[in-house]
């Protein structure tokens, strides 16, 4: 099959923020949307996916022990299917006062050396930033502030960005943002912090097959977008499953 979007590599063999995870005794379109998202990366030349269900007070039961039995579930499934991508669990953690005890009791899961994916409040910037970004890097977790460009207090504090890279925090774009799902002001806010180089990971943050096609039809195919992207320097690779033998392509 021709690959109409082979113009547009990226240079990215892993997604590292997405919503598949289906939950055990799902709807089976659930299951069935979920393992259509994987053959499109495969599709596309990803090699490793990361499913990154939200932890938060408000979801309980999105517990470390469920989301690890889901995982072991869902590559069953995947590999039923025949799909070759290499299904990976992480967890998105929102910053919440649930997260305090999570770091203490060292309950979180994890990407690769100890990578941990956050995200802040939307609006507030909270009291206590500072202090739990401290905490997770004396436990030595890697914090991954997710998609910035949604978060007003900080998409354009330069300051308060540099000093959360100072303490070691990576930064991570979402392409479902960048696509416009929710709204211009998001768009620009993710293009000027391509600009400024602020990220080091790139996901989709994407739920659904629909949330690819808009990041297809609004992302792939603008040359202005591809290009900004590619002049970013993104680590992902070193969350692959498969470095030995991939030197292949996101989207
Ligand atoms: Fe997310």
Same mark, same amino acid.
């Given at each position: 099959m021709?690959?109409?979007?082979?113009?547009?590599?990226?240079?990215?063999?892993?997604?590292? $923020?997405? $919503?598949?995870?289906?939950?055990?005794?799902?709807?089976?379109?659930?299951?069935?949307?979920? *393992?259509?998202v994987l053959r499109i990366f495969q599709y596309y030349g990803v090699n490793t996916v990361y499913a990154t269900p939200h932890v938060r007070l408000t979801r309980p039961s999105n517990t470390y022990e469920s989301i690890l039995?889901?995982?072991?579930?869902?590559? %069953?499934?995947?590999?039923e299917n025949k799909i070759k991508v290499k299904i990976e669990v992480a967890a998105e953690y929102y910053f919440d006062e649930g997260l305090s005890d999570l770091i203490d009791n060292e309950n979180l899961i994890t990407y690769p050396e100890s990578h941990v994916l956050i995200e802040l409040p939307l609006r507030i910037k909270p009291d206590n930033l500072d202090e739990i970004i401290k905490k997770l890097c004396t436990k030595g977790y890697k914090p991954i502030i997710a998609h910035p460009e949604l978060h007003h207090y900080l998409r354009y504090d330069w300051k308060m960005i540099a000093d959360l890279k100072g303490q070691g925090c990576l930064f991570q774009?979402? *392409?479902?943002?960048?696509?416009?799902y929710f709204g211009d002001d998001v768009v620009v806010a993710a293009e000027n912090l391509l600009r400024a180089k602020t990220y080091d990971l790139v996901g989709t943050g994407a739920h659904s097959r629909e949330q690819l096609r808009l990041i297809n039809e609004q992302i792939l195919q603008n040359r202005d977008y591809i290009a *900004? *992207?590619?002049?970013?320097?993104? %680590?992902? %690779?070193?969350?692959s499953k498969e470095k030995a033998t991939f030197s292949s392509i996101f989207f």
């Open positions: 021709t690959n109409p979007f082979s113009r547009n590599k990226i240079n990215i063999d892993t997604e590292m $923020h997405c $919503h598949i995870l289906p939950t055990v005794g799902c709807d089976p379109e659930f299951t069935n949307q979920a *393992l259509d039995e889901r995982a072991e579930v869902f590559k %069953k499934q995947v590999a774009i979402n *392409l479902i943002n960048m696509a416009g *900004l *992207l590619r002049n970013t320097k993104f %680590k992902n %690779k070193m969350f």
